[in-house]
């Protein structure tokens, strides 16, 4: 076994585990205590995110480059995903897993049944954390939550669950760097940390570019939907009842057709190049930390790193009014069966901005942490 203390982190709704009755709570108790009669050894199970000794293990943890001895056991639930900070915590566990080649550390539980998960998105948008999710060995304990906890099906499971755990304990690599392969690498001639930097550099407008027009995209939305909003006002005054607002409605529809598509696109794309990349980016970034650099080394990293905490800033600003405008959204798809899947797929794609948000945002927190002397360009 690893010498580090292994360390899970249970990343669940506090009303999820009041709706069943302290069930999510009482699971990560026993699979502890499982876990210590296999192993001999404790493990700890950080419960209450909110909590200080929550924040400084987790900061610890991903800051200290992963081992094989910390998990984030995410309890999957429909009000799990629709949890922001249930989501962040498995996007930058993911990304630092990935980044050391560890994915087996995230281990999920799907607890209520998530139709994507098992069935894909089908008629609905897709679900980047979904897919991250899906990408894993989750465990299936839909049926065995509703099993009495002291059957021998549920301590079964239980007893599996924590063999498993102390499994990828033994099993795991030990850590690994990953580096960001530039798009023209060549076997013959891999890139230096130079050029891996510029490949970076380069993508970091890019992004910042695609934010700027999903922003214009969304206020056109806005435009339009404040446009409906008058004209049924003008109905209702001359007394068109609901068939007037029917027909605003089905104009609305089809003037949110281009737009729609195209912030649906946008959405899907900033995320996937954030997520690709991320692993590769926080490499980066560790390796920078630990490694004595040359001085025109330095003077690159600093450049990329002011880049990175000058994207966060622009688009942090963007993603809170993202939020706003699809919390008002959501409200307004209630009131039309019409609109309701363009607006379902409008929010999916805010959502896909805001995810991505998180992964910027830990980038410019690992950069604000490495220490390279001054600035020769000041």
């Excluded at 699979?31 to 209450?48: G, K, R, V, Y």
């Excluded at 699809?326 to 798809?333: C, E, H, K, L, P």
Aim: net charge negative; glycine share 6%; aromatic share 6%.
């Amino acid at each position: 076994m690893a010498n580090a203390q292994p360390v899970g982190f249970w990343s669940y709704t506090h009303r999820d585990d009041q709706l069943d009755g302290g069930r999510i709570v009482r699971l990560s108790e026993r699979i502890a205590n499982a876990f210590e009669i296999i192993t001999s050894e404790p493990l700890e199970i950080f419960l209450d995110k909110k909590s200080i000794e929550w924040g400084d293990a987790w900061r610890l943890r991903l800051d200290s480059a992963l081992t094989g001895t910390t998990f984030l056991i995410p309890i999957i639930t429909p009000k799990f995903l629709g949890s922001q900070e249930c989501r962040r915590e498995v996007i930058k566990f993911s990304g630092h897993a990935a980044s050391l080649g560890l994915d087996e550390l995230l281990l999920p539980i799907h607890y209520v049944n998530v139709p994507q998960l098992t069935e894909g998105p089908e008629n609905q948008p897709a679900d980047e954390v979904v897919e991250l999710i899906a990408r894993r060995q989750w465990v299936d304990w839909r049926d065995l939550r509703l099993e009495d906890e002291d059957s021998p099906g549920y301590r079964q499971a239980v007893h599996k669950l924590a063999l498993r755990l102390s499994e990828i304990i033994e099993t795991v690599p030990a850590e690994m760097s990953v580096k960001v392969p530039a798009p023209n690498q060549t076997a013959e001639e891999p890139p230096g940390f130079i050029e891996i930097m510029a490949e970076m550099e380069e993508a970091l407008p890019a992004w910042m570019d695609t934010v700027q027009k999903f922003a214009g995209i969304i206020a056109l939305i806005g435009e339009e939907t404040k446009w409906a909003t008058g004209e049924m006002a003008t109905s209702d005054s001359r007394g068109g009842g609901f068939a007037g607002r029917m027909r605003v409605t089905e104009e609305l529809a089809t003037r949110l057709v281009d737009p729609v598509e195209k912030v649906d696109a946008l959405g899907s794309k900033y995320w996937a190049e954030l997520a690709a990349i991320d692993p590769g980016v926080i490499g980066i970034i560790r390796q920078v930390a630990k490694d004595d650099l040359s001085a025109e080394d330095k003077q690159t990293a600093r450049d990329f790193f002011k880049e990175i905490k000058e994207l966060a800033a622009v688009t942090r600003e963007t993603t809170g009014h993202l939020q706003e405008f699809s919390d008002n959204v959501g409200q307004a798809s209630l009131g039309s069966r019409r609109l309701r899947p363009q607006f379902k797929t409008i929010q999916a794609a805010v959502q896909k901005v805001i995810d991505g948000q998180t992964i910027i945002n830990e980038w410019s927190r690992l950069a604000e942490d490495v220490d390279l002397g001054d600035d020769e360009q000041s």
